[in-house]
């Protein structure tokens, strides 16, 4: 729905239509130039001492067919389809931080929803251990410090539950805004807890994937074939230029102007023999402009890389945070269970029912964290490495390293 929708994708799109029209454009420079010419005129002069007016009307057609410009049309054709290759990668560039955003605000709303469902249940626990010890305390076998500290526990757990409410209709309102959805919008969802899904890919095979499919890098390379062609242009100064044309023409003077008549043919050779210098700055500046770009696809290739590392590193780091919280929620609860066991049986102390409720409580925050952490970090892994949004996974005909225009 966010790939429907999305503002930043609609203008994606439109560049890339635009760059069509680009290219026809740039193929223009190698088309016939038709021009049509109509011209009237009306003279006075003197002829024997006598005033005489004089009309003179013309029509005429003119060809002009471009042979040879020393490459620079070609060149710059060859330019104007990189240009729509940059565009088509943009777009797909956009698709896949779109899509990141919509997932990390789905998973957002999943771990806020089950972070209420953990707070909510702490109030009802509290809740119901203050009821007990309020009525121990009223039979006398408790003290009434444990039923002020029971009610303050009570009361901050409450707090926090109203704001993991808040929390949730925030990210609800966000995750609608994402997806182009009214912001009131009540969504349900289909998952009713944080997946943990097996992912298995090595290291490696992330980074070689990124190498081939990550738009930037694609796009990294062909900025460096735009370069090597705005030397072909540059160089283009120093050819000469072959043109032929014809002509056509009629005058008269009476309008509009077709009696007489006239026919040309043309050829001609341009050539530019000294211009200052100009173009060869120009073609210094874009062997310049080359090594920048090959410099900078280097640089974003080992940004990719880096960014896939971190990315793939965290998602491992997220698998191990859940497996040691799965165990530690199993205790904590067991903790909690035997501390309500010994204060109602007048062996334990209040303290260690609230001590144990918080670590409960801390225990299952944790895990959703890292439930949370580990499927964003996939998802962030998968934008890393250019993985299609749709299908999830891409097989472009271009890669970085074999793409030539």
Not at 3 to 25: C, E, G, M
Not at 41 to 54: E, F, L
Not at 235 to 244: E, F, K
Not at 334 to 350: F, H, L, M, S, T
């Amino acid at each position: 729905m966010a790939l429907d929708y999305n503002r930043d994708i609609k203008v994606a799109h439109y560049a890339l239509t635009s760059s069509d029209f680009d290219i026809a454009i740039a193929k223009a420079g190698k088309m016939p130039q038709v021009g049509y010419t109509w011209s009237g005129a009306r003279k006075m002069g003197q002829a024997n001492g006598r005033d005489v007016i004089a009309n003179s009307f013309g029509n005429s057609f003119s060809v002009s067919i471009p042979l040879y410009t020393g490459g620079q049309v070609e060149n710059e054709i060859a330019n104007a389809k990189l240009s729509k290759t940059n565009a088509q990668e943009e777009m797909l560039r956009v698709q896949q931080a779109t899509k990141y955003s919509a997932v990390e605000g789905y998973y957002a709303l999943l771990a806020y929803q089950e972070l209420r469902d953990v707070y909510h249940e702490a109030v009802d626990n509290l809740q119901g251990h203050l009821d007990n010890v309020t009525a121990q305390y009223n039979v006398g076998t408790k003290a009434k410090v444990d039923v002020l500290s029971s009610n303050v526990s009570l009361a901050n757990s409450k707090t926090t539950a109203v704001t993991a409410d808040n929390n949730v209709a925030i990210a609800e309102s966000n995750l609608n805004n994402i997806l182009g959805l009214p912001l009131q919008t009540k969504l349900n969802l289909a998952d009713h807890q944080l997946p943990f899904d097996t992912y298995d890919i090595s290291l490696q095979e992330a980074i070689d994937y990124a190498m081939k499919y990550r738009p930037e890098v694609l796009q990294a390379a062909v900025a460096v074939q735009e370069a090597e062609h705005n030397i072909g242009i540059a160089q283009a100064g120093n050819r000469p230029t072959v043109s032929v044309g014809a002509g056509r023409g009629w005058t008269d003077d009476d309008f509009p102007g077709v009696d007489d008549h006239n026919w040309s043919i043309t050829g001609g050779v341009s050539w530019s023999l000294w211009d200052g210098g100009a173009t060869n700055a120009r073609i210094k500046k874009s062997k310049e402009a080359l090594l920048s770009a090959r410099e900078t696809e280097q640089k974003t290739r080992e940004a990719v890389q880096l960014e896939v590392k971190q990315a793939y590193l965290n998602i491992r780091s997220a698998a191990q945070k859940v497996e040691e919280t799965t165990a530690v929620i199993d205790q904590a609860k067991e903790n909690y269970r035997i501390q309500n066991i010994r204060y109602q049986a007048g062996v334990g102390i209040n303290l260690d029912v609230l001590d144990a409720q918080l670590s409960l409580n801390e225990a299952q925050v944790n895990h959703i964290q890292a439930l949370y952490d580990y499927n964003v970090g996939i998802a962030k892994l998968e934008q890393a490495m250019g993985v299609d949004v749709r299908s999830g996974v891409i097989h472009p005909s271009l890669t970085a390293t074999g793409y030539k225009g």
